[in-house]
């Protein structure tokens, strides 16, 4: 076995001193940030504490598990060190959402982690791979700590109407004078995260009934399969826009029903691969060996089925993502006061008439996480498909 | 030729009874859906009174299979009933509608259609061309891009930089051709950058597919030019799928239109289904829904049959 080397000569597991001072550390550092918000939202504060030990117990685990170097260790250490003392730095901002904080750090820490863990497969990415990578980490960090980095409230009225770029306003105001990269940044957190939780769904309900098919065959497997085919021959936004016109629009309409609706697609895809999977010998095997479906589905197709669905998700979320802001445009996703990317181009629209490319921005920056997400995806397959040949 | 009809057959049979089967949810989603609809339309401060009358009048009270068959009936003779919103017959309101929208679907498919083919073609022969790699990265980041992004950024250079186009397509029923033509061209071409590069993308595949065939390499020893290769002899046999993506997308074109239509407030059937979802004028949807379906399932069972039609394993049986 190579170890793991990022230009240290070390390869014998370092001690394990780093890890602890780093949980530690973050420990504290959580606890601190919901203690002091006790007085704001008690029970709150109280459910963050809670988090944060289960959270440390999480961290030391994976931690230990993990296959280190001293190099490693540094980065992670390095990269938790680094945002406690932003934070501290900026402590009257942070404090005031220790959630965000709490999340941001998430973000890295788990960023740092995964970096280190896939470091072998990382260094070799091509550029475009890695620019989606950037792309990606800085629109998560975005939108996990999006309340600590925009300058104002999400729909709090700062200003008059359509002010030009510059001054106190970074890219101006909107049509109701609120700040343009406030709205952004909530923008961000409100479209990724429901995109995400949605993408969850249908990857969750998908990929459980296509294996469910595969695994049992027969009447089972043709039931779903043509129910999927039904769902698919209506086309996906008409589809949407006929639930919404009955149910009315809200969030959790919007989660459930693009979730289902796309779940068809992960159903096709999961079925296809699990079907090349339970005629292997060693499902046989499991079979009978007695294993329930359960097991067969969980520790057998599963492991096995991860590359490609992998990839599928990335795609499927590009393809939620696009779905939800065009709803959004169209007035009929995420209502306001709530900021949201499509939205927020079909409001400031009349920005265009004048030359003025702010309406655009939104629009951009749901374009430039798609190509980021489509170009880690591409290079993903390319590294899964070679592996395997 | 039997087994060739057989396969056709089926294939029709299936999308009547898919066609059916959206009809049936089409107009009874009402039903499996939660909220009650009459109490939606008539806003919490309705009386038990009227949101019974407005059941009656949305037939709402009729058992489940009166009210499709009904709603069938009506349907397949023109008569879709009365907008709740202006209490205008729908057949009226979505007359011209469907022709704007089916007029730029058609300009869209026009232009699209041959320049995608036409750009397939020339990126299979040159492939691996710095021409190649720019075709590429230009589709797959149009795949990428929301649709109202590309729209806009049209709108931005060609009606506000340049002024060469309408920035809204406004058009009245007596336009002449040309007219027509010219005010929707922006959200023609819009169009045409969502669909070209699936399209183009295939066209490539195909081709390139067919390369390492022995009979491409005979025609490459008898000495015939690259061009004349992939035209005469790649070509023809990479037609199915070629026609098969060509009328997806064609499909594709109907239901995409809804998005376009907003951004340039063109009066189309798209722009009228979504005012509609907005005032919840659930007739109104449900017509507008059952040709955007009926049209989308019928051109995807078109390609179905053309690719079993166009197999040339199939059109010479042995």
Same mark, same amino acid.
């Given at each position: 076995?190579?170890?793991?080397?990022?230009?240290?000569?070390?390869?014998?597991?370092?001690?394990?001193?780093?890890?602890?001072?780093?949980?530690?550390?973050?420990?504290?550092?959580?606890?601190?940030?919901?203690?002091?918000?006790?007085?704001?939202?008690?029970?709150?504060?109280?459910?963050? *504490?809670?988090?944060?030990?289960?959270?440390?117990?999480?961290?030391?685990?994976?931690?230990?598990?993990?296959?280190?170097?001293?190099?490693?260790?540094?980065?992670?250490?390095?990269?938790?060190?680094?945002?406690?003392?932003?934070?501290?730095?900026?402590?009257?901002?942070?404090?005031?959402?220790?959630?965000?904080?709490?999340? /941001?750090?998430?973000?890295?820490?788990?960023?740092?982690?995964?970096?280190?863990?896939?470091?072998?497969?990382?260094?070799?990415?091509?550029?475009?791979?890695?620019?989606?990578?950037?792309?990606?980490?800085?629109?998560?960090?975005?939108?996990?700590?999006?309340?600590?980095?925009?300058?104002?409230?999400?729909?709090?009225?700062?200003?008059?109407?359509?002010?030009?770029?510059?001054?106190?306003?970074?890219?101006?105001?909107?049509?109701?004078?609120?700040?343009?990269?406030?709205?952004?940044?909530?923008?961000?957190?409100?479209?990724?995260?429901?995109?995400?939780?949605?993408?969850?769904?249908?990857?969750?309900?998908?990929?459980?009934?296509?294996?469910?098919?595969?695994?049992?065959?027969?009447?089972?497997?043709?039931?779903?399969?043509?129910?999927?085919?039904?769902?698919?021959?209506? %086309?996906?936004?008409?589809?949407?826009?006929?639930?919404?016109? #009955?149910?009315?629009?809200?969030?959790?309409?919007?989660?459930?029903?693009? /979730?289902?609706?796309?779940?068809?697609?992960?159903?096709?895809?999961?079925?296809?691969?699990?079907?090349?999977?339970?005629?292997?010998?060693?499902?046989?095997?499991?079979?009978?060996?007695?294993?329930?479906?359960?097991?067969?589905?969980?520790?057998?197709?599963?492991?096995?089925?991860? =590359?490609?669905?992998?990839?599928?998700?990335?795609?499927?979320?590009?393809?939620?993502?696009?779905?939800?802001?065009?709803?959004?445009?169209? /007035?009929?996703?995420?209502?306001?006061?709530?900021?949201?990317?499509?939205?927020?181009?079909?409001?400031? =629209?009349?920005?265009?008439?004048?030359?003025?490319?702010?309406?655009?921005?939104?629009?951009?920056?749901?374009?430039?996480?798609?190509?980021?997400?489509?170009?880690?995806?591409?290079?993903?397959?390319?590294?899964?498909?070679?592996?395997?040949? | 030729?039997?087994?060739?009809?057989?396969?056709?057959?089926?294939?029709?049979?299936?999308?009547?009874?898919?066609?059916?089967?959206?009809?049936?949810?089409?107009?009874?989603?009402?039903?499996?859906?939660?909220?009650?609809?009459?109490?939606?339309?008539?806003?919490?401060?309705?009386?038990?009174?009227?949101?019974?009358?407005?059941?009656?009048?949305?037939?709402?009270?009729?058992?489940?299979?009166?009210?499709?068959?009904?709603?069938?009936?009506?349907?397949?003779?023109?008569?879709?009933? *009365?907008?709740?919103?202006?209490?205008?017959?729908?057949?009226?309101?979505?007359?011209?509608?469907?022709?704007?929208?089916?007029?730029?679907?058609?300009?869209?498919?026009?232009?699209?259609?041959?320049?995608?083919?036409?750009?397939?073609?020339?990126?299979?022969?040159?492939?691996?061309?710095?021409?190649?790699?720019?075709?590429?990265?230009?589709?797959?980041?149009?795949?990428?891009?929301?649709?109202?992004?590309?729209?806009?950024?049209? #709108?931005?250079?060609?009606?506000?930089?340049?002024?060469?186009?309408?920035?809204?397509?406004?058009?009245?029923?007596?336009?002449?051709?040309?007219?027509?033509?010219?005010?929707?061209?922006?959200?023609?071409?819009?169009?045409?950058? *969502?669909?070209?590069?699936?399209?183009?993308?295939?066209?490539?595949?195909?081709?390139?597919?067919?390369?390492?065939?022995?009979?491409?390499?005979?025609?490459?020893?008898?000495?015939?030019?690259?061009?004349?290769?992939?035209?005469?002899? =790649?070509? %023809?046999?990479?037609? =199915?799928?070629?026609?098969?993506?060509? *009328?997806?997308?064609?499909?594709?074109?109907?239901?995409?239109?809804?998005?376009?239509?907003?951004?340039?407030?063109?009066?189309?059937?798209?722009?009228?289904?979504?005012?509609?979802?907005?005032?919840?004028?659930?007739?109104?949807?449900?017509?507008?829904?059952?040709?955007?379906?009926?049209?989308?399932?019928?051109?995807?069972?078109?390609?179905?049959?053309?690719?079993?039609?166009?197999?040339?394993?199939?059109?010479?049986?042995?």
């Amino acid at each position: 076995m190579v170890s793991i080397s990022m230009g240290s000569t070390l390869s014998a597991k370092p001690s394990p001193w780093a890890c602890r001072l780093s949980v530690t550390a973050v420990h504290f550092f959580i606890l601190v940030l919901f203690l002091q918000n006790m007085n704001a939202d008690t029970w709150l504060a109280i459910l963050g *504490v809670i988090v944060v030990h289960l959270y440390s117990a999480v961290a030391l685990y994976l931690w230990s598990n993990l296959d280190r170097t001293t190099a490693g260790d540094t980065v992670i250490v390095a990269v938790t060190l680094e945002f406690i003392l932003i934070a501290v730095l900026f402590w009257d901002r942070f404090s005031d959402w220790p959630w965000s904080t709490f999340f /941001g750090l998430f973000v890295m820490q788990s960023c740092a982690y995964l970096g280190v863990r896939f470091w072998r497969g990382l260094s070799k990415a091509p550029p475009t791979a890695w620019f989606g990578l950037v792309v990606i980490l800085l629109y998560v960090l975005m939108a996990a700590a999006a309340p600590v980095i925009a300058p104002f409230g999400e729909s709090e009225i700062v200003g008059f109407e359509y002010e030009p770029w510059g001054g106190e306003f970074l890219l101006g105001t909107d049509n109701l004078g609120r700040d343009m990269l406030t709205r952004l940044i909530y923008g961000g957190r409100n479209t990724i995260g429901i995109a995400f939780l949605t993408t969850c769904l249908a990857f969750f309900l998908g990929s459980f009934l296509g294996f469910v098919a595969a695994t049992l065959g027969g009447w089972t497997d043709q039931g779903l399969g043509r129910l999927c085919d039904i769902m698919m021959a209506i %086309p996906g936004l008409i589809f949407i826009l006929m639930v919404l016109s #009955v149910t009315g629009t809200s969030i959790p309409v919007l989660i459930v029903v693009i /979730g289902v609706l796309d779940s068809t697609r992960v159903f096709r895809l999961s079925r296809a691969v699990a079907m090349n999977i339970v005629v292997m010998d060693y499902v046989e095997a499991a079979r009978l060996r007695g294993e329930s479906l359960w097991w067969v589905m969980w520790r057998e197709v599963l492991p096995n089925s991860m =590359a490609p669905l992998v990839a599928e998700f990335g795609l499927r979320f590009c393809f939620v993502f696009l779905t939800l802001s065009a709803l959004s445009f169209l /007035g009929l996703g995420i209502q306001p006061p709530l900021a949201d990317w499509g939205s927020m181009v079909r409001e400031n =629209a009349t920005l265009i008439t004048f030359g003025d490319i702010t309406p655009l921005l939104p629009a951009a920056s749901i374009a430039l996480l798609t190509v980021g997400v489509n170009f880690v995806v591409d290079w993903f397959l390319h590294l899964t498909s070679g592996l395997r040949e | 030729m039997g087994k060739l009809a057989a396969m056709v057959a089926r294939r029709l049979a299936l999308g009547l009874l898919t066609l059916f089967i959206v009809s049936v949810f089409i107009s009874l989603g009402v039903e499996f859906l939660p909220g009650d609809l009459a109490t939606a339309v008539m806003g919490q401060s309705a009386t038990p009174e009227t949101i019974a009358a407005m059941r009656k009048e949305l037939g709402l009270d009729l058992p489940l299979h009166e009210r499709y068959i009904e709603w069938l009936w009506k349907m397949m003779h023109g008569d879709m009933g *009365v907008s709740l919103a202006n209490q205008r017959e729908i057949s009226e309101l979505i007359g011209t509608r469907l022709e704007n929208t089916l007029f730029l679907a058609m300009i869209a498919a026009v232009v699209a259609v041959p320049l995608a083919v036409t750009l397939g073609i020339l990126a299979a022969l040159y492939r691996y061309s710095l021409y190649d790699r720019l075709v590429n990265i230009t589709t797959l980041s149009s795949i990428s891009f929301p649709e109202f992004f590309v729209a806009y950024i049209l #709108v931005l250079v060609f009606a506000v930089t340049l002024g060469w186009f309408p920035s809204i397509s406004n058009v009245s029923p007596g336009l002449g051709f040309w007219e027509h033509a010219y005010r929707v061209s922006l959200p023609a071409l819009t169009l045409t950058l *969502v669909v070209i590069a699936h399209m183009m993308r295939m066209t490539r595949a195909a081709i390139i597919n067919l390369l390492a065939s022995p009979y491409i390499e005979m025609a490459a020893l008898k000495g015939m030019t690259r061009s004349r290769i992939i035209i005469k002899h =790649a070509l %023809p046999n990479a037609l =199915a799928p070629i026609i098969n993506v060509i *009328v997806i997308n064609l499909a594709y074109l109907v239901v995409g239109v809804v998005i376009v239509e907003v951004v340039f407030v063109y009066p189309g059937l798209g722009q009228l289904l979504v005012d509609s979802v907005s005032t919840r004028d659930i007739p109104v949807v449900q017509a507008s829904a059952m040709i955007f379906a009926g049209t989308y399932i019928l051109l995807n069972l078109t390609a179905d049959v053309l690719s079993i039609a166009t197999n040339p394993r199939l059109m010479h049986p042995r």
